[in-house]
């Protein structure tokens, strides 16, 4: 029987925690909020926030932090407003958190986004156990079985190696904010230039601050690129391509699995490098937590919870709305 303390869980544009007061993840501000990590749609200045070190120092870059912070570094427990919450590397971007909150020593652990699979840049995914789980599931569908990371390398840095040799400027378009510092990441030791839009740069100065380490890079300007590698944010795409010289672009992401990506991004070609979790690690993330109950959200948040009961979870879809809106 499932306590009746985390039972209370309503979704309202974000997960609410009802019995603690407690949003995690909304996207207007509120009075007291978890963030897991610094990507714009998780970011609202609220009155008082449970933030990782560096998802601290990202908002502060893009000037949303939170009237009050309880920065806690990962692993240490504080008690805040009577939760006592302890933080996880979720393994999605530098300073993702999982948050584990226990009340009378009942756990719940909210995932926030997380990848399982080793990342180039973030801090390793921590998976601790808890008895009730609130999941993401944006590739919660069992059709998402990504490739192994390193062919997917392989075959990007021979894609920007061709491009060169054929004369053109590779271009690989990836978020400022996590991708793209796994892209760069992925280019260590190809003995290319390597040149960031100004948004990348900056994200990238901040990663280094933060430890992580990185090939020679530069920033972009308006005429360079000829002979080296740009990188740069998808929603540039078109804007920066008519700066450029003779080139060719790839869009880097895990939604590159569908084959189609590539003509959504107006791109040349597309490489399946994720910061989720594919299916099967989605199933891995349940089982190594052992939960009593599952809620899922976003993406394929119903199929997924649909999956786990027949596999005997007790499981819920927190999010039915924006399933409708996806379908
Ligand atoms: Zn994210």
């Known amino acids: 029987m499932i306590t009746p303390f985390w039972t209370n869980i309503r979704y309202h544009g974000a997960v609410y925690l009802h019995s603690v007061d407690l949003w995690l993840d909304p996207r207007a501000s509120r009075e007291w909020a978890f963030v897991s990590h610094a990507h714009s749609d998780h970011v609202a200045a609220h009155q008082e926030a449970v933030l990782s070190p560096g998802t601290a120092r990202l908002l502060a870059a893009r000037d949303v932090m939170p009237r009050a912070a309880a920065v806690l570094p990962f692993g240490e427990t504080r008690t805040v407003r009577g939760v006592a919450c302890t933080l996880y590397p979720a393994g999605h971007i530098l300073g993702s958190a999982q948050l584990l909150a226990t009340v009378n020593g009942r756990s719940l652990l909210y995932s926030g986004d997380c990848k399982l699979r080793p990342n180039l840049v973030a801090e390793a995914i921590v998976i601790p156990r808890a008895e009730v789980l609130i999941m993401e599931t944006t590739f919660g569908h069992r059709r998402y079985a ?182």
């Open 146 to 327: 990504f490739p192994p990371q390193e062919a997917v390398i392989a075959e990007m840095r021979a894609w920007v190696a061709a491009a060169l040799a054929d004369g053109a400027t590779p271009v690989l378009m990836g978020y400022s904010l996590g991708k793209g510092q796994e892209i760069l990441a992925a280019l260590d030791g190809c003995g290319h230039e390597i040149l960031l839009h100004a948004s990348l740069y900056e994200m990238t100065r901040i990663a280094e601050e933060l430890g992580a380490t990185f090939p020679p890079y530069d920033r972009w300007a308006p005429g360079r690129g000829a002979g080296g590698v740009v990188l740069c944010p998808p929603h540039l795409r078109k804007w920066i391509r008519g700066k450029l010289p003779p080139h060719r672009a790839a869009i880097v992401s895990g939604w590159a699995f569908d084959p189609r990506a590539r003509y959504r991004y107006g791109a040349d070609a597309a490489f399946c490098l994720s910061d989720h979790a594919d299916y099967q690690d989605l199933l891995t993330y349940v089982e190594r937590v052992g939960p009593r109950r599952v809620y899922t959200v976003h993406g394929y948040a119903g199929a997924f919870a649909g999956d786990l009961r027949r596999l005997g979870y007790d499981a819920h879809a927190l999010d039915q709305a924006d399933q409708l809106e996806l379908f």
